[in-house]
């Protein structure tokens, strides 16, 4: 099927409420085109020069959303123009994040990401240095960046039991951070995990937000 038949597909399949980040990494720019001309404007991208390359000639209505991890020398590139920040996995980070903001006189959304996979080569937070942080005084210097919610990857494996208890995990932390530290800040809403494979089970879970690249552009090109 071509891109826009997927993406009609997955409109179907996905509940409204729950918003779809095309990943683009690898994709040709005339292949986001071929989405963003289906009405799709939530894209994601994994590596910083790939992204402003990309950002820097298409249509400037795509929200752009950074999925990968993120190196601090690289923060100052993406700032101007980046939707959403995934990845942030250290205070060291978020206070880069702040202040690259800061200089532009931004608010940056983010979310952080917990570690929540049997993979050692995943990056994120555990669950007490997730509160740690959000207690530290460092924390609360941070003026320029807004905690929109939580992201996670699961363990990459067939045993979608494994995949299901990570969700569900994660979906717990989501709730006792949310009740704990923004009780009243409606702008802590979004819980970023599933994926081509397991989009399904993580919006059984409680998932707000699917990041999916295989099901619209077709396999990944390796680099």
């Not at 993406?7 to 690898?26: D, F």
Request: charged share 25%; with cysteine.
């Amino acid at each position: 099927m071509s891109i826009r038949e997927n993406i009609n597909q997955l409109r179907l399949e996905i509940p409204g409420n729950i918003k779809i980040i095309a990943i683009s990494k690898t994709k040709s720019p005339a292949q986001i085109l071929e989405a963003y001309n289906a009405g799709y404007r939530f894209f994601g991208e994994n590596r910083v020069q790939e992204l402003t390359e990309k950002a820097a000639i298409l249509p400037g209505d795509i929200q752009w959303h950074m999925v990968g991890h993120l190196q601090t020398n690289k923060v100052k590139n993406i700032i101007p123009f980046i939707s959403l920040i995934h990845s942030v996995d250290s205070i060291k980070l978020l206070g880069v994040i702040n202040n690259e903001s800061l200089k532009i006189y931004k608010i940056q959304d983010c979310l952080l990401q917990v570690y929540i996979a049997r993979e050692e080569t995943k990056f994120g937070f555990s669950e007490d240095e997730l509160a740690a942080t959000l207690r530290s005084q460092e924390f609360a210097k941070l003026s320029n960046i807004r905690i929109a919610g939580l992201m996670g990857m699961a363990t990459f494996t067939d045993d979608e039991s494994v995949v299901r208890e990570e969700f569900r995990n994660l979906a717990m932390i989501f709730k006792k951070i949310k009740k704990d530290f923004f009780p009243d800040q409606d702008f802590f809403r979004e819980l970023s995990m599933g994926m081509s494979g397991d989009y399904k089970i993580a919006i059984e879970e409680g998932s707000t937000m699917v990041r999916i690249g295989t099901l619209i552009f077709g396999e990944r090109v390796l680099q």
